[in-house]
């Protein structure tokens, strides 16, 4: 069988790469190039709510949520930043349009929020939605932090709260209604059943993988042909940055 040759590495200041992301329409990001060199690109509008990127140990998908929420915020999107090792996006920290957390404790309480803040978008007219700003939500190993928040919500939970952390809860929510809250996900991970609910891989048009094992790409991309793009980086791109992209499309 022929090897698919992959294109050369990528790097933000390369001139003809700005430019590319430059023309890109707002809700729209660049995940790489083909290896016949043309754009491979997330629409959050016209293709997809969500983004789902899982990778292996050292497979890049910090830099790939890095590099997504990014250009979002460069088209003036704000974004939830979720980084429970609380070194991997310290370029966040202290930009005015993002909200960064690092502890379990930071994310929870965050999460909270997200829910609230899903529930007053959805109660928004649609003229009033549509001046308010995108908001991304990158969560960054997502399923070690779901988990946890089992724990931390059964240490001060009472008889009269729910079982369910509102933690958990609020992401769930976050992918069924993003769409019409202009709210969107880019998730690090696994999507647990037992955490999401029924099926959470559906709720992902894009999904990106690397490194992944033959069970986990039967999972996530059945019908995805050989690997197509190298995602790009904010920096340069590196080995570990080579990536099977699959997009699916969706209605609603």
Same mark, same amino acid.
């Given at each position: 069988? /022929?090897?698919?040759?992959?294109?050369?590495?990528?790097?933000?200041?390369?001139?003809?790469?700005?430019? *590319?992301?430059?023309?890109?329409?707002?809700?729209? =990001?660049?995940?790489?190039?083909?290896?016949?060199? $043309?754009?491979? =690109?997330?629409?959050?509008?016209?293709?997809?709510?969500?983004?789902?990127?899982?990778?292996?140990?050292?497979?890049?998908?910090?830099? +790939?949520?890095?590099?997504?929420?990014? *250009?979002?915020?460069? *088209?003036?999107?704000?974004?939830?930043?979720?980084?429970?090792?609380?070194?991997?996006?310290?370029?966040? /920290?202290?930009?005015?349009?993002?909200?960064? !957390?690092?502890?379990?404790?930071?994310?929870?309480?965050?999460?909270?929020?997200?829910?609230?803040?899903?529930?007053?978008?959805?109660?928004?007219?649609?003229?009033?939605?549509?001046?308010?700003?995108?908001?991304?939500?990158?969560?960054?190993?997502?399923?070690?932090?779901?988990?946890?928040?089992? !724990?931390?919500?059964?240490?001060?939970?009472?008889?009269?709260?729910?079982?369910?952390?509102?933690?958990?809860?609020?992401? /769930?929510?976050?992918?069924?209604?993003?769409?019409?809250?202009?709210?969107?996900?880019?998730?690090?991970?696994?999507?647990?059943?037992?955490?999401?609910?029924?099926?959470?891989?559906?709720?992902?048009?894009?999904?990106?993988?690397?490194? +992944?094992?033959?069970?986990?790409? *039967?999972?996530?991309?059945?019908?995805?042909?050989?690997?197509?793009?190298?995602?790009?980086?904010?920096?340069?791109?590196?080995?570990?940055?080579?990536?099977?992209?699959?997009? $699916? !499309? $969706?209605?609603?």
């Amino acid at each position: 069988m /022929k090897k698919t040759a992959l294109p050369t590495m990528l790097s933000f200041s390369a001139p003809d790469l700005r430019e *590319q992301i430059e023309a890109l329409p707002e809700g729209t =990001a660049l995940i790489g190039l083909g290896t016949d060199g $043309r754009a491979i =690109a997330v629409d959050l509008d016209a293709e997809c709510p969500h983004v789902l990127v899982c990778t292996a140990s050292g497979g890049g998908s910090t830099t +790939v949520l890095r590099s997504l929420t990014a *250009q979002f915020l460069h *088209q003036g999107a704000h974004a939830l930043v979720l980084d429970p090792k609380r070194i991997s996006h310290l370029w966040a /920290k202290g930009l005015p349009t993002v909200t960064h !957390r690092g502890n379990v404790a930071g994310i929870h309480d965050a999460l909270v929020g997200l829910g609230d803040e899903l529930t007053r978008r959805l109660d928004l007219p649609d003229t009033e939605l549509a001046t308010v700003p995108r908001l991304i939500v990158s969560m960054d190993s997502a399923n070690n932090t779901l988990r946890q928040f089992t !724990r931390y919500w059964d240490t001060f939970r009472d008889k009269e709260t729910p079982h369910t952390s509102p933690a958990v809860t609020a992401p /769930k929510a976050a992918l069924w209604n993003g769409r019409a809250a202009r709210v969107n996900v880019i998730l690090d991970g696994t999507p647990a059943t037992n955490v999401l609910g029924a099926a959470p891989h559906e709720l992902f048009g894009t999904v990106i993988l690397a490194r +992944v094992t033959a069970t986990t790409w *039967q999972c996530l991309a059945p019908f995805a042909g050989p690997a197509r793009s190298r995602a790009s980086t904010g920096a340069a791109s590196t080995p570990s940055s080579t990536a099977r992209t699959t997009r $699916r !499309r $969706r209605s609603g």
